[in-house]
């Protein structure tokens, strides 16, 4: 029989077992066929890669079972690669952001892209098989006892003679006479199970081990080859298009830093773009433009928000009925979510949502206006590309309310605009152009340019407003004058409190259609409530 | 009427398989190593935290002869009753940057007992990698007795190795000012560069300095190498005024 097949026979015998074992996770069947590994392995002494993990699909290298061959049974290869693999899904790194922020962690000690990758990796293996050794029943001691070592092998494996009680065929006079007795000493006493302290942890584990590394890095320079790793490479292959977009929406929110996720984006460019991360196409994905790290920092932080939108009732010829389906996002409105094919189950991947369409007849509908954004730039306001702006983000977010009702967004961006201190974006869809213009900074005095907005509302019966600024505006009057005569829904909102905006506040209290919110801190985004229109029945309004 | 049969009848139960089924928990040895190291390190933190509370009471603390002698009393009192390590040691110094386990690091009393720890450990040889330490720690090395060898790896703050008392001090980076103030005996060796004051008062031992001296202090007794070059005793007759 051949080779490749006897392999796939014994996957398929292992596997159900493996299953159970641990708790059923949803992996598909792994199979056997090639994976990458580097020219070095082939032709040398090396085992090369044994497995290898693509968007949750295990793949088993026959050529690295078959260099096992009479060191170890096949059947105790095979079980021991997917152990360690289905660990890496089921325990570490477990998602996205938990492998990001294990290497900006490690970053932050060994200050280097390459290193930093290579502790985060050293890492995850040793925390995936120390919890496959404290669960029991795997053969992963016996894989790491037979795979041939370089010096950080045999330290580490050193380290797992002590961690797990199991001899790995290290001699402890072995690590003593090398005088790594004390790196081991110090790697020992690290929790590695627990998954609380892994920040702090990994930060320990890259002090113990820099020095090893870095000398091996030299070492390498020199031999001009490096070893790979036989429990597979770890990129960002491991993870499909959805997890990596949940990961940096969640290291965004989590980190509330540009320059930190700027960082990070910057040291994974290259795998990004891989995984069709440009700037063009839909949530930051697609190919064509270079990576902007700042824009998509806005547009995962701004994800994480959810504003509410009051819609308005359009005269319409037809009425809009469900036409087809379409995947449900999280933070996207609930009502159109079809429950039938949802399974009732509300989960970004599975729920969908009805897309309507206009069909005959005639009637108002309520629906959503296009939104024209009026963003403030100028030297008094935060640079978006320097710190986090919430101006920025506040736009971002009613960008993304009206975008995902189907509306259109025109964005005006403004610091002296009468001296040519602004930009505009027609209204447009494309979330990436918007987002880009939103981010423009231009510094300098604030003037808004009247004749700049009024083609742009001009004709629009059914647009909204929404100005973001701190209300330092040279010719505030004049603004206050034009929105008092637009009878557009318009949201204004001030960042943090001063006279002009209590000034801009006074003069517009009694406009029904104009709407005043603050922003001191990202949690005040949540309050905005795009398009509201005062109760005149309020009576606490009345009273004033 | 016969009823049915009702053995023939029931499905299997899916979770007849967990009547037999016993959770043990396995235990490995990273479990113990893991468990006893946060007692030792939960001890180490009640003592420094008794002595934060002694110190306290002095609303300012003035690095004086007085007040670093009473500090240090009673942080041997309470390192005495624990059995660590040099992991420890070097643990603690990472946990005091930790403000999340230590409220408040008080440079003074904080150098003071890691010297107290480093004094009253197992091991002759102490190596403390403080590389990646944010704060440079002062006081370190205080009273370091002869037969002990301290090894920082790292940058050391203000007061390095005072009172020395016959021990050797290795300071892998830079020293602050005042190193080896009133140091008795023993050897220091700084390989990058050391602040003013260098020696203040030092009666015997010597200070070998890898890179720059900015400044010598007040020197009664003892040597000071710049370089392989001996600038105490020598034509240094102003302190502060070598550079």
Same mark, same amino acid.
């Given at each position: 029989?051949?080779?490749?097949?006897?392999?796939?026979?014994?996957?398929?015998?292992?596997?159900?077992?493996?299953?159970?074992?641990?708790?059923?996770? *949803?992996?598909?069947?792994?199979?056997?066929?090639?994976?990458?590994?580097?020219?070095?392995?082939?032709?040398?002494?090396?085992?090369?890669?044994?497995?290898?993990?693509?968007?949750?699909?295990?793949?088993?290298?026959?050529?690295?079972?078959?260099?096992?061959?009479?060191?170890?049974?096949?059947?105790?290869?095979?079980?021991?690669?997917?152990?360690?693999?289905?660990?890496?899904?089921?325990?570490?790194?477990?998602?996205?952001?938990?492998?990001?922020?294990? $290497?900006?962690?490690?970053?932050?000690?060994?200050?280097?892209?390459?290193?930093?990758?290579?502790?985060?990796?050293?890492?995850?293996?040793?925390?995936?098989?120390?919890?496959?050794?404290?669960?029991?029943?795997?053969?992963?001691?016996?894989?790491?006892?037979?795979?041939?070592?370089?010096?950080?092998?045999?330290?580490?494996?050193?380290?797992?003679?002590?961690?797990?009680?199991?001899?790995?065929?290290?001699?402890?006079?072995?690590?003593?006479?090398?005088?790594?007795?004390?790196?081991?000493?110090?790697?020992?006493?690290?929790?590695?199970?627990?998954?609380?302290?892994?920040?702090?942890?990994?930060?320990?584990?890259?002090?113990?081990?820099?020095?090893?590394?870095?000398?091996? &890095?030299?070492?390498?320079?020199?031999?001009?080859?490096?070893?790979?790793?036989?429990?597979?490479?770890?990129?960002?292959?491991?993870?499909?298009?959805?997890?990596?977009?949940?990961?940096?929406?969640?290291?965004?929110?989590?980190?509330?830093?540009?320059?930190?996720?700027? &960082?990070?984006?910057?040291?994974?460019?290259?795998?990004?773009?891989?995984?069709?991360?440009?700037?063009?196409?839909?949530?930051?994905?697609?190919?064509?433009?270079?990576?902007?790290?700042?824009?998509?920092?806005?547009?995962?932080?701004? *994800?994480?928000?959810?504003?509410?939108?009051?819609?308005?009732?359009?005269?319409?010829?037809?009425?809009?009925?469900?036409?087809?389906?379409?995947?449900?996002?999280?933070?996207?409105?609930?009502?159109?979510?079809?429950?039938?094919?949802?399974?009732?189950?509300?989960?970004?991947?599975?729920?969908?949502?009805?897309?309507?369409?206009?069909?005959?007849?005639?009637?108002?509908?309520?629906?959503?206006?296009?939104?024209?954004?009026?963003?403030?730039?100028?030297?008094?306001?935060?640079?978006?590309?320097?710190?986090?702006?919430?101006?920025?983000?506040?736009?971002?977010?009613?960008?993304?309310?009206?975008?995902?009702?189907?509306?259109?967004?025109?964005?005006?961006?403004?610091?002296?605009?009468?001296?040519?201190?602004?930009?505009?974006?027609?209204?447009?869809?494309?979330? *990436?152009?918007?987002?880009?213009?939103?981010?423009?900074?231009?510094?300098?005095?604030?003037?808004?340019?009247?004749?700049?907005?009024?083609?742009?509302?001009?004709?629009?019966?059914?647009?909204?407003?929404?100005?973001?600024?701190?209300?330092?505006?040279?010719?505030?009057?004049?603004?206050?004058?034009?929105?008092?005569?637009?009878?557009?829904?318009?949201?204004?909102?001030?960042?943090?409190?001063?006279?002009?905006?209590?000034?801009?506040?006074?003069?517009?209290?009694?406009?029904?259609?104009?709407?005043?919110?603050?922003?001191?801190?990202?949690?005040?985004?949540?309050?905005?409530?795009?398009?509201?229109?005062?109760?005149?029945?309020?009576?606490?309004?009345?009273?004033? | 009427?016969?009823?049915?049969?009702?053995?023939?009848?029931?499905?299997?139960?899916?979770?007849?398989?967990?009547?037999?089924?016993?959770?043990?928990?396995?235990?490995?040895?990273?479990?113990?190593?893991?468990?006893?190291?946060?007692?030792?390190?939960?001890?180490? /933190?009640?003592?420094?935290?008794?002595?934060?509370?002694?110190?306290?009471?002095?609303?300012?603390?003035?690095?004086?002869?007085?007040?670093?002698?009473?500090?240090?009393?009673?942080?041997?009192?309470?390192?005495?009753?624990?059995?660590?390590?040099?992991?420890?040691?070097?643990?603690?110094?990472?946990?005091?940057?930790?403000?999340?386990?230590?409220?408040?690091?008080?440079?003074?009393?904080?150098?003071?007992?890691?010297?107290?720890?480093?004094?009253?450990?197992?091991? &002759?040889?102490?190596?403390?990698?403080?590389?990646?330490?944010?704060?440079?720690?002062?006081?370190?090395?205080?009273?370091?007795?002869?037969?002990?060898?301290?090894?920082?790896?790292?940058?050391?703050?203000?007061?390095?190795?005072?009172?020395?008392?016959?021990?050797?001090?290795?300071?892998?980076?830079?020293?602050?000012?005042?190193?080896?103030?009133?140091? /008795?005996?023993?050897?220091?060796?700084?390989?990058?560069?050391?602040?003013?004051?260098?020696?203040?008062?030092?009666?015997?031992?010597?200070?070998?300095?890898?890179? /720059?001296?900015?400044?010598?202090?007040?020197?009664?007794?003892?040597?000071?190498?710049?370089?392989?070059?001996?600038? $105490?005793?020598?034509?240094?007759?102003?302190?502060?005024? $070598? $550079?």
């Amino acid at each position: 029989m051949e080779e490749k097949e006897r392999f796939k026979e014994i996957l398929e015998e292992v596997w159900p077992r493996l299953k159970k074992k641990h708790l059923f996770p *949803e992996l598909p069947m792994p199979k056997i066929g090639k994976v990458k590994e580097s020219l070095d392995a082939e032709a040398e002494e090396e085992e090369g890669v044994g497995l290898e993990m693509k968007e949750k699909q295990i793949t088993l290298n026959p050529a690295f079972l078959s260099r096992m061959k009479g060191k170890m049974a096949e059947e105790k290869v095979i079980e021991a690669l997917l152990d360690h693999g289905i660990a890496h899904y089921t325990f570490c790194p477990w998602d996205f952001h938990t492998h990001l922020m294990l $290497y900006a962690e490690a970053k932050k000690v060994v200050n280097d892209k390459e290193l930093a990758k290579e502790v985060a990796n050293r890492f995850i293996d040793l925390i995936v098989d120390t919890h496959c050794v404290k669960k029991g029943f795997t053969e992963i001691p016996q894989l790491h006892k037979v795979l041939k070592k370089g010096k950080i092998e045999e330290i580490i494996a050193s380290l797992c003679q002590r961690i797990w009680g199991v001899d790995l065929g290290i001699p402890p006079s072995r690590i003593a006479g090398s005088g790594y007795e004390d790196v081991v000493r110090r790697l020992a006493r690290i929790p590695y199970l627990d998954r609380s302290r892994w920040p702090v942890s990994i930060q320990k584990f890259a002090r113990t081990i820099k020095h090893l590394l870095v000398s091996e &890095e030299e070492r390498q320079k020199h031999k001009g080859k490096g070893r790979s790793n036989p429990q597979g490479e770890h990129d960002l292959n491991h993870y499909s298009s959805e997890e990596i977009d949940q990961g940096l929406r969640d290291y965004a929110q989590k980190t509330m830093a540009l320059s930190e996720f700027r &960082e990070i984006v910057g040291d994974f460019s290259e795998e990004l773009k891989e995984a069709g991360y440009g700037i063009e196409g839909g949530m930051g994905r697609g190919s064509g433009h270079p990576i902007d790290a700042d824009i998509l920092f806005y547009m995962k932080l701004a *994800e994480n928000y959810s504003i509410p939108l009051k819609k308005v009732t359009i005269e319409k010829r037809g009425s809009l009925h469900p036409h087809s389906h379409c995947p449900w996002e999280v933070s996207a409105p609930y009502q159109d979510v079809d429950i039938w094919t949802s399974f009732g189950k509300i989960m970004p991947g599975i729920t969908q949502t009805w897309k309507k369409r206009e069909g005959e007849g005639r009637g108002k509908v309520e629906a959503t206006p296009d939104c024209l954004i009026a963003i403030d730039s100028s030297g008094s306001m935060i640079n978006p590309r320097k710190n986090l702006s919430y101006a920025v983000l506040g736009a971002a977010c009613a960008a993304n309310a009206y975008l995902r009702n189907h509306s259109k967004v025109g964005v005006y961006n403004f610091s002296d605009a009468p001296m040519g201190g602004k930009d505009i974006l027609d209204y447009t869809d494309r979330k *990436e152009d918007i987002y880009r213009i939103l981010c423009k900074y231009f510094g300098g005095g604030t003037a808004l340019d009247l004749d700049d907005l009024t083609p742009l509302i001009k004709g629009k019966k059914n647009l909204d407003l929404f100005i973001i600024t701190d209300m330092k505006i040279t010719n505030l009057e004049a603004l206050i004058s034009f929105l008092a005569q637009t009878p557009n829904r318009t949201t204004a909102v001030h960042i943090g409190e001063n006279p002009y905006a209590a000034r801009f506040e006074k003069a517009v209290q009694k406009n029904k259609n104009i709407n005043i919110f603050t922003v001191k801190k990202k949690e005040d985004i949540p309050h905005i409530v795009l398009g509201k229109i005062k109760d005149y029945f309020n009576p606490t309004l009345q009273k004033r | 009427m016969n009823a049915p049969n009702r053995n023939s009848m029931s499905i299997p139960n899916p979770f007849e398989e967990f009547k037999t089924f016993s959770f043990k928990k396995k235990e490995i040895p990273l479990d113990h190593i893991v468990q006893s190291s946060e007692e030792v390190m939960d001890q180490i /933190r009640l003592g420094y935290e008794k002595l934060l509370e002694e110190e306290a009471k002095e609303l300012v603390w003035m690095v004086q002869y007085n007040t670093i002698i009473k500090a240090y009393e009673v942080a041997e009192k309470y390192v005495k009753e624990i059995d660590y390590s040099v992991e420890d040691i070097e643990d603690f110094c990472f946990a005091l940057e930790n403000t999340q386990k230590i409220p408040y690091l008080i440079p003074g009393p904080a150098g003071v007992y890691l010297s107290a720890l480093c004094n009253y450990a197992k091991e &002759e040889e102490i190596l403390l990698r403080l590389s990646e330490l944010k704060t440079e720690i002062n006081l370190i090395g205080f009273r370091l007795p002869k037969g002990k060898r301290l090894v920082i790896d790292g940058d050391t703050g203000d007061f390095t190795g005072i009172g020395l008392e016959g021990g050797e001090l290795v300071v892998e980076g830079n020293a602050k000012n005042w190193t080896g103030a009133g140091m /008795r005996s023993g050897k220091i060796l700084v390989k990058k560069n050391i602040g003013l004051h260098t020696g203040e008062w030092m009666m015997g031992g010597e200070i070998y300095v890898g890179g /720059r001296v900015r400044g010598l202090g007040n020197i009664v007794e003892g040597k000071v190498y710049e370089r392989d070059k001996m600038i $105490y005793p020598g034509k240094v007759r102003y302190p502060n005024l $070598y $550079y």
